[in-house]
C-alpha cells in the first residue's frame, strides 16, 4: 500500500512561486507515474504534470508548460513541483497521484492512479 502526503500550498500573487511536495510511504514501481493533478471548484480534475519513477521522463499540460517542473528525490522518497510564473487561474486543490503498476494508462488521466494524496490548497490573486 501506498500513503501520500502533500504540502506546500498557500496564497501568493500572481507571478509568484510555491513548490509543492508528497512524501512517499510504500513502495513505488519503477517506470509507474507519479503526477500531479488539480481540481478547480466547478471544474473535472485535471493532470498537471507526471514523471515516470526512476526514470526520470517528464509530462506536462500545456497551460504550465514553461512555468511548471516536476521532479523527485528517491533518496527522500519525495516528489515535488515547482511552480513558477503562478497565474490566477492556477487556482485549485492540487492533489499527489501513483500508479500502482507500470503497464497501461494515459499520464493525464485520473483513471490511471490508484493511490491519491487528501490534497494541498492553492490560491493565487491577481
Known amino acids: 500500500q501506498v500513503q501520500l502526503v502533500e504540502s506546500g500550498g498557500g496564497s501568493v500573487q500572481a507571478g509568484g512561486s510555491l513548490r509543492l511536495s508528497c512524501v512517499v510511504s510504500?513502495?513505488?514501481?519503477?517506470?509507474?507515474?507519479m503526477a500531479w493533478f488539480r481540481q478547480a471548484p466547478g471544474k473535472e480534475r485535471e493532470g498537471v504534470a507526471s514523471?515516470?519513477?526512476?526514470?526520470?521522463?517528464?509530462y506536462y499540460a500545456d497551460p504550465v508548460k514553461g512555468r511548471f517542473t516536476i521532479s523527485q528525490d528517491n533518496a527522500k522518497k519525495t516528489l515535488y513541483l515547482q511552480m513558477d510564473s503562478l497565474k490566477f487561474e492556477d487556482t485549485g486543490m492540487y492533489y499527489c497521484a501513483a500508479q500502482s503498476n507500470p503497464f497501461g494508462g494515459a499520464w493525464s488521466a485520473a483513471s490511471t492512479y490508484n493511490f491519491w494524496g487528501q490534497g494541498t490548497q492553492v490560491t493565487v490573486s491577481s
Open positions: 510504500g513502495n513505488t514501481l519503477s517506470g509507474a507515474f
Open positions: 514523471i515516470r519513477i526512476g526514470v526520470g521522463w517528464t
